[in-house]
């Protein structure tokens, strides 16, 4: 276990270390004050050290193709410079990587959460057989700085002359999509880039900051803009039995009409005939005890006058705007106007669901009915 560079900044504070493996690295909590970092980090004035993610690349002709045939969203024609996102499923369509895509003319970038580019490139190196890829895990070699607007001073890596910076794509639905949520979505226009920089170079950084040229926030700050944009992330809201429509992951993961990969039978069959056995929800907690529950937290609601459990909360946060928040993910049954109980030790914090995933998300293809046998 490593501490970032930025845990040299004046008034960070890093999480308490949960986790003594050689490769994991900590990154600043907060830097004194989460909520102005938040507003800070909004107004694109701050940066946010994402160095605790993974990053893999893919290097020859035939790295695009490869992708394409395994994953989620369509990529055999992603441009130089154009960010996507995609998903690895296992065959009944359950959710094993969630990653963020970059290609660079040259080399394919994948930048994934804390722990899985390791698994993901053993995998993909795999799977390549006669194809022309050569896959690396280059966590080691390059680190993720993030911000809300593209910052011209951060020494961005552009191996191939196109600068890495991936721009989130959760501001819209991407083409193939599909979104489930309703209309008014907190997500349209989210601004989120996350810039590949060579670890060696992550000192100029930091110098940035101590410099005053760049302002710094912590990782609580960034999680709030996250929760408050109902946006998934698979370390947070992610399970083993997690299928993306139960986060609303078609929005910018999935191309519903692109040709065969593992685990679409399962898209396609829930998307156009069923409905996902869980959906996420937003949370708005009551905040008299000032209480935040943690990822896990038990979910419940009174059915028949007894606290049955209904799900777990997967990210919780302060917001800036609109207090304390969670994301959630619930029974699909469970009714949207139902208030919900999470127990935090011996306090139980009350919690009014906004919904994202509707109970009837799915079941697109409207099935005509068959005729009884025996009548004309």
Same mark, same amino acid.
């Given at each position: +276990?490593?501490? @970032?560079?930025? @845990?040299s900044l004046p008034g960070?504070?890093?999480p308490e270390s949960i986790d003594d493996a050689a490769d994991v690295v900590r990154v600043p909590l907060h830097y004194g004050d989460p909520i102005r970092e938040q507003r800070v980090l909004e107004d694109g004035r701050a940066i946010v050290d994402a160095s605790d993610l993974g990053?893999? @690349? *893919?290097?020859? #002709? #035939? /790295? $695009?193709? *490869?992708?394409? @045939? *395994?994953t989620s969203q369509d990529l055999e024609r992603l441009a130089p410079g154009e960010s996507a996102e995609t998903l690895v499923l296992d065959p009944q369509g359950r959710l094993e990587y969630a990653a963020r895509v970059l290609d660079d003319g040259e080399t394919t970038w994948l930048v994934l959460d804390p722990g899985f580019a390791a698994p993901l490139a053993a995998w993909l190196d795999r799977m390549r057989? +006669? $194809? /022309?890829?050569?896959? =690396? #895990?280059r966590s080691a070699d390059f680190a993720v700085v993030a911000s809300t607007r593209v910052i011209d001073e951060l020494p961005v890596a552009a191996p191939s002359a196109v600068r890495l910076d991936w721009i989130d794509p959760w501001a819209s639905v991407v083409a193939g999509g599909w979104q489930y949520a309703a209309s008014d979505h907190p997500g349209a226009g989210r601004s989120w880039v996350e810039s590949l920089v060579a670890r060696d170079k992550l000192p100029e950084v930091v110098e940035l900051v101590s410099s005053g040229r760049l302002a710094a926030a912590g990782s609580l700050a960034a999680e709030a803009l996250r929760v408050a944009a109902w946006r998934p992330r698979q370390l947070a809201e992610a399970d083993d039995r997690t299928i993306p429509h139960?986060? #609303?992951?078609? /929005?910018? =993961?999935v191309h519903l009409e692109k040709g065969c990969y593992r685990g679409q039978e399962t898209v396609a069959k829930v998307h156009n005939l069923g409905h996902p056995p869980r959906r996420i929800v937003m949370l708005h907690l009551d905040g008299s005890d000032a209480v935040l529950p943690a990822h896990g937290a038990v979910v419940t609601a009174e059915r028949d006058g007894v606290e049955r459990e209904v799900g777990h909360v997967t990210s919780s946060a302060i917001h800036h705007d609109l207090g304390p928040v969670a994301l959630a993910v619930i029974k699909r049954a469970v009714p949207s106007d139902v208030v919900l109980s999470i127990r935090v030790d011996d306090t139980v914090v009350a919690a009014a669901q906004q919904t994202i995933v509707p109970q009837g998300a799915g079941a697109t293809t409207d099935v005509p009915r068959l005729p009884r046998l025996g009548r004309g």
């Open positions: +276990m490593t501490d @970032s560079v930025f @845990s960070a504070v890093l990053i893999v @690349s *893919l290097v020859g #002709d #035939d /790295r $695009l193709r *490869l992708l394409h @045939s *395994l057989f +006669m $194809l /022309r890829v050569e896959v =690396a #895990d139960e986060l #609303d992951w078609l /929005r910018t =993961a």
